[in-house]
């Protein structure tokens, strides 16, 4: 095998690791949409959305999920579920009260 060969196999793999990279960074980014689309679920017609995560340590974080206009603070940790408190009434988003 000379130089020339090893240099097309090195110069391919990179072609082929970077393709790979591309459609993973693709896939992170526009398939939620495209799923949702593809299952014709609207995000308004949902009654779950996700409003605000934050990590606190590498094993908690808390989640702040609003269900039929009531938003929900829940702790998650290790795995489980450690704590849920209710909010006494949604916050209205800027595109809500316009």
Request: glycine share 6%.
């Amino acid at each position: 095998m000379d130089i020339a060969q090893v240099i097309q196999a090195i110069a391919a793999l990179a072609v082929t690791l970077g393709l790979i990279g591309l459609t993973a960074v693709g896939l992170r980014r526009f398939a939620p949409d495209m799923l949702a689309r593809m299952q014709g679920v609207a995000a308004r017609d949902r009654r779950l959305q996700l409003v605000e995560t934050l990590v606190l340590d590498p094993t908690r974080r808390l989640v702040l999920v609003r269900l039929d206009q009531e938003e929900r603070l829940i702790l998650l940790g290790e795995g489980r579920t450690l704590e849920a408190v209710k909010t006494p009434r949604a916050r209205k988003t800027p595109a809500e009260t316009a």
